[in-house]
């Protein structure tokens, strides 16, 4: 498999997404709840009578920076499910079959056009997120929480992990479905593992720390490269060509 | 160039190509003809390795199809001008021109060149900054031939270029086709536009699931057809016919002064029947040999099958 190749329609995809409004009110809505909903939240919850306990405030925290994984599932679903069933919708998926590109590369590249713009997003939140939290909780706990090696395995292993994981679900599922709105439906029930890791968090079935992260992430990347392979094993060029309708 | 030996494809119990043998020459126009669902486009998505075979086979420039190492060295060899433009709606013509370009590892100096030299033998050099979504049919689809030679194929692939286009763009896209053939293109035409192959291909191929008839468009109209005899004489009168039904000449028509029939050589059955009506007291004013044409023969080819 090429890499620059993959890269080729990635970036390809890059130029067609700026353009495609639709795929980023996902990428935008998400990322604002986190970054700004959740400091201010917490922010009204302290300034009502004396403010939540230190130990609630991490507790509330801890399970809020799920979140990013939750919003690293959700997020990238319009751009993956997009990436073929889009294609498939201009019929632009038979030309660019044609050309020498392997299923490999073109899957690859469909992931990382998806891939990059989430991280980038999700990094960026993350940032605004850390600060607003930090200017939040300061006066109750006498420290700026955040950055934290919790959060920072969190983001730097689990994160991508997980956008990786949803991504080529999607992916898979797009090469399955004929519509944008079915590949997006279905590809949401990437949500539910995430889901889980996050209840099983609040009822303190699982502790948020970086040993349990780096298990979690482990899983997830297990589960990319086994996705991803699927992935090309699952894709038939001829079942896209002659039975999407 | 292009060879097929046999060449089948099955969907389930439904055969869209049975048993396909042809040879395409380099640097060959042949037109591919046959009504809807008759395998044409089957027939191209097999050459160009987008779908597999069922049975037989087929090799392009020694290449051969359904091996996977060779899959990814014919397609290098290829360009497919598909049904459907498929075009990135959303980006630039120069754009889209210049992702296909990088894909067939042109240098950054074949893609300018070559992307300049297209779009203006097209027509479209002056709109290259233009999305292709915002693009008329017409433009669209001389853009997706621009894409399909990006890299210089030495094989062109065609399905119904000319379809859904108004008169001018058609003959735009014809004359432009003409032109590859000039730089010794191997081209294979899809087509419904009976007129449009006569007009360009040096051989036609007359599909219906099986191929049905092979050759130059008039050699094939000759060989399905035959031609058409028209004698005119004074006056068509019982003795006439007798004498001409005496020599078994196929689908003969007469009314007052006109006399018709089939001929497969003209040379060798006219002279017969003319001597039959001078010896029956005819007086023949004229004699007419009538080419049958190829819109003759694919509908009679294609309606035998019904």
């Known amino acids: 498999m090429r890499f620059s190749k993959a890269w080729l329609v990635a970036t390809r995809d890059f130029k067609v997404f700026r353009k495609q409004k639709n795929i980023w009110y996902p990428i935008i809505v998400f990322p604002i709840i986190i970054a700004v909903l959740f400091p201010v939240v917490l922010n009204y919850a302290q300034t009502r009578n004396e403010g939540l306990p230190a130990e609630t405030l991490l507790d509330l925290m801890n399970s809020f920076s799920l979140f990013f994984i939750i919003g690293a599932a959700f997020i990238p679903l319009s751009i993956a499910s997009y990436s073929i069933v889009g294609e498939k919708v201009e019929k632009s998926l038979e030309p660019l079959l044609a050309t020498p590109l392997t299923d490999g590369e073109i899957l690859l590249g469909k992931a990382l056009s998806a891939l990059l713009p989430t991280l980038v997003v999700m990094y960026a939140v993350s940032a605004v997120y850390m600060f607003g939290m930090d200017q939040v909780t300061f006066g109750k706990l006498g420290y700026y929480y955040y950055p934290n090696w919790t959060l920072g395995t969190l983001l730097l292993v689990l994160l991508p992990a997980a956008v990786a994981l949803s991504i080529m679900f999607s992916i898979i599922v797009s090469s399955k479905v004929n519509d944008v709105r079915s590949a997006t439906s279905y590809g949401a029930l990437i949500f539910f593992p995430f889901i889980g890791i996050y209840l099983a968090s609040t009822t303190h079935i699982i502790t948020i720390d970086i040993n349990n992260l780096l298990i979690i992430a482990g899983i997830l990347l297990a589960a990319d490269v086994a996705l991803f392979f699927l992935s090309t094993a699952t894709f038939r060029r001829e079942e896209i060509l002659t039975k999407w309708k | ?306």
């Open chain 2, 1 to 306: 160039m292009i060879d097929t030996e046999g060449l089948t494809k099955k969907f389930g119990d439904l055969t869209a190509v049975d048993d396909l043998t042809l040879h395409i020459d380099d640097g060959e126009i042949f037109g591919f003809l046959g009504p809807n669902g008759a395998g044409k486009t089957t027939t191209i998505r097999m050459l160009c390795c987008l779908i597999s075979k069922t049975s037989g086979t087929a090799t392009i420039s020694g290449y051969e199809i359904g091996n996977k190492a060779d899959s990814l060295k014919i397609r290098k060899l290829i360009g497919l001008v598909p049904d459907n433009v498929g075009l990135s709606e959303h980006l630039t013509a120069y754009d889209n021109l210049d992702f296909f370009g990088k894909i067939y590892d042109c240098t950054a100096g074949q893609r300018k060149d070559n992307i300049k030299r297209l779009l203006e033998m097209l027509g479209l050099w002056e709109k290259r900054n233009v999305l292709a979504g915002a693009y008329s049919k017409g433009m669209k689809q001389k853009l997706v031939i621009a894409r399909a030679l990006i890299h210089d194929p030495q094989i062109l692939i065609l399905d119904e270029p000319t379809a859904n286009l108004d008169p001018e763009a058609s003959k735009t896209v014809r004359e432009f086709i003409l032109q590859l053939k000039s730089e010794k293109k191997t081209i294979f035409l899809n087509t419904h536009n009976l007129d449009e192959a006569q007009r360009i291909c040096d051989r036609v191929g007359i599909m219906n699931t099986q191929l049905k008839a092979i050759g130059k468009p008039q050699d094939l109209a000759k060989t399905v057809n035959g031609r058409r005899t028209v004698i005119t004489i004074e006056q068509v009168s019982n003795a006439v016919i007798a004498a001409l039904k005496k020599l078994s000449l196929k689908n003969l028509t007469a009314d007052s002064n006109t006399l018709t029939f089939n001929v497969a050589d003209p040379d060798k059955e006219n002279w017969p029947a003319v001597e039959a009506i001078v010896q029956a007291g005819g007086h023949i004013r004229t004699v007419n040999v009538v080419g049958s044409d190829l819109e003759g023969t694919y509908l009679k080819l294609v309606r035998s099958e019904a």
